[in-house]
């Protein structure tokens, strides 16, 4: 059982605008890969330089194009966990709530969440490195997606260009409709859950800042310390997948 506060979901219950921002943290009870979690975390296994920036993709498409394949079979045979379910059903109790994702998965939208905010692409919608028309990838799920296996990326429809991974790569601008939503929202929510993110990776980390600096009451919902600690109105300690069904619960009751 986290030790939720009772002062903490007062201040949930009289919020009239509720930010979130997810990190891998948030799908790691569905089986997904975090980045950084010693042994396990992607950037523990593979380079960034050699798979997430756009000289990568240039120098070996297929490996890149490979690995991020591999990637989107694994989110498409995971399911969305208690934790996407209890966001969503918070989504619906609160009077406002913008749900804003560092994930490229879709479970949140499985989980039923609408709208989702997010702020580093997805995996699902690979588009024209040279035109940006989107590409449609075929849907069936191999029995067990092969992380080694190097893979030509397909060829636009229109103008013949690489079709590449719907990710943003470091180096790269964040989408700009996508950002501008979130930043207005840490401006004028009242309160900002922050899961299962390390709050380490920019810009989408000064999210949290703008939204302390404005007054909203900041709490993290992590197993581990982040650094955060100390600039929070309160830390819920344990697996997102475990804490915010609870949050939820208690929260019912107030209403
Ligand atoms: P990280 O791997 O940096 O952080 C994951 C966080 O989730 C850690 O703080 C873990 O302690 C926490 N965590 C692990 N299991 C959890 C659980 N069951 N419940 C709650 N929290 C849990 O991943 P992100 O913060 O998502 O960017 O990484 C941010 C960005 O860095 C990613 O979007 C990606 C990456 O490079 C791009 O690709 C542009």
Redesign the pocket.
Same mark, same amino acid.
């Given at each position: 059982m986290a030790d939720i506060p009772d002062t903490l979901l007062e201040s949930l219950r009289a919020a009239r605008h509720v930010m979130v921002l997810t @990190? =891998? @943290? /948030?799908s %790691?009870?569905s089986g997904l890969a &975090?980045?950084? =979690?010693p042994q396990t @975390?992607l950037?523990e296994r593979f380079r960034?330089e050699d798979l %997430?920036t756009p000289s990568a993709f240039q120098r070996d498409p297929a490996l890149v194009w490979g690995w991020y394949e591999w990637r989107r079979m694994q989110v498409m045979r995971a399911a969305p966990n208690p %934790?996407h379910e209890a966001l969503s059903a918070l989504q619906k109790l609160m009077p406002r709530m913008t749900l804003v994702t560092?994930?490229v998965d879709d479970l949140h939208e499985r989980a039923g969440s609408d709208p989702v905010i997010h702020l580093?692409g997805t995996l699902l919608q690979p588009y024209c490195g040279r035109c940006r028309e989107s590409y449609a990838l075929p849907r069936e799920i191999p029995e067990e997606p092969d992380g080694g296996r190097l893979l030509e990326p397909p060829s636009c429809h229109r103008c013949a260009g690489s079709i590449r991974p719907g /990710? /943003?790569?470091?180096g790269e601008a964040l989408p700009q409709r996508d950002w501008d939503l979130a930043v207005r929202a840490a401006a004028a929510c009242d309160a900002f859950l922050c +899961?299962? =993110?390390?709050? /380490? +990776?920019q810009p989408?980390a000064s999210l949290i800042e703008m939204a302390i600096k404005a007054g909203a009451v900041a709490v993290q919902?992590?197993?581990?310390p &982040?650094g955060l600690e100390g600039r929070l109105f309160c830390e819920l300690q344990g697996?997102?997948?475990v804490v915010l069904p609870e949050l939820l619960e208690r929260l019912r009751r107030l209403y």
């Open positions: @990190g =891998t @943290g /948030v %790691a009870e &975090t980045f950084r =979690t @975390g950037w960034p %997430a %934790a560092q994930n580093h /990710v /943003v790569w470091f +899961v299962g =993110t390390s709050s /380490v +990776v989408a919902i992590n197993p581990n &982040t697996p997102a997948g």
